[in-house]
T-cell receptor, first 110, second 116 residues
Framework: GQQVMQIPQYQHVQEGEDFTTYCNSS?????IQWYKQRPGGHPVFLIQ?????EVKKQKRLTFQFGEAKKNSSLHITATQTTDVGTYFC??????????FGQGTTLQVKP | SAVISQKPSRDICQRGTSLTIQCQVD?????MFWYRQQPGQSLTLIAT?????????ESGFVIDKFPISRPNLTFSTLTVSNMSPEDSSIYLC?????????????FGSGTRLTVV
């Protein structure tokens, strides 16, 4: 079945450093979504990418969807302590189901 | 975006018993999704609940263990039956938010289940 792989599993950075997490799907996706889950919280929707090669920005966050619609990345510029949490990518298909990646847990040292 | 009220938020249950988790959405939605998230792990889809029809279960999950009800377009329940310690996990419901914007999926706050 469809699998979504995400790396790295953990990332520790110094505040102010950049951070990137990568997502790869075994199949072509209709869309890819990104979620953030704070410790003890539930996943919160960040963004959805639909078009091949799409790039979207939210302040210090940059999201990319690959040309083949099988991979994606999230890049955070100049991390802050408020960025701490686990970032999940989730591949969407035509059925409405989401297949989540394993997540990347970001720790930021002040 | 939709608001989901999920309860209970947490419970400690004896093995062999059952727990029913409820999710109430503040708007009508076609599909509701039930996920399991084991500690430190990703989210695994258990089943999709459609109003008026039986839920669709993912590989590895069966109706006898996780019966689901969907009596109307704003409410669903998931029951974890005949629990064992391996069922200790966080269970979350989710709905897709549709409309003129792009709002993704909204999740309930989760039910943290511990089976002893």
């Amino acid at each position: 079945g469809q699998q979504v792989m995400q790396i790295p599993q953990y990332q520790h950075v110094q505040e102010g450093e950049d951070f990137t997490t990568y997502c790869n799907s075994s199949t072509t996706l209709s869309n890819i979504q990104w979620y953030k889950q704070r410790p003890g919280g539930h996943p919160v929707f960040l963004i959805q990418l639909v078009k091949s090669g799409e790039v979207k920005k939210q302040k210090r966050l940059t999201f990319q969807f690959g040309e083949a619609k099988k991979n994606s990345s999230l890049h955070i510029t100049a991390t802050q302590t408020t960025d701490v949490g686990t970032y999940f990518c989730a591949g969407g298909g035509d059925t409405g189901k989401l297949i989540f990646g394993q997540g990347t847990t970001l720790q930021v040292k002040p | 975006s939709a608001v989901i009220s999920q309860k209970p938020s947490r419970d400690i249950c004896q093995r062999g018993t059952s727990l029913t988790i409820q999710c109430q959405v503040d708007s009508q939605v076609t599909m509701m999704f039930w996920y399991r998230q084991q500690p430190g792990q990703s989210l695994t889809l258990i089943a999709t609940a459609n109003q008026g029809s039986e839920a669709t279960y993912e590989s590895g999950f069966v109706i006898d263990k996780f019966p689901i009800s969907r009596p109307n377009l704003t409410f669903s329940t998931l029951t974890v039956s005949n629990m064992s310690p391996e069922d200790s996990s966080i269970y979350l419901c989710s709905v897709e938010v549709t409309g003129s914007g792009n709002y993704g999926y909204t999740f309930g706050s989760g039910t943290r289940l511990t089976v002893v």
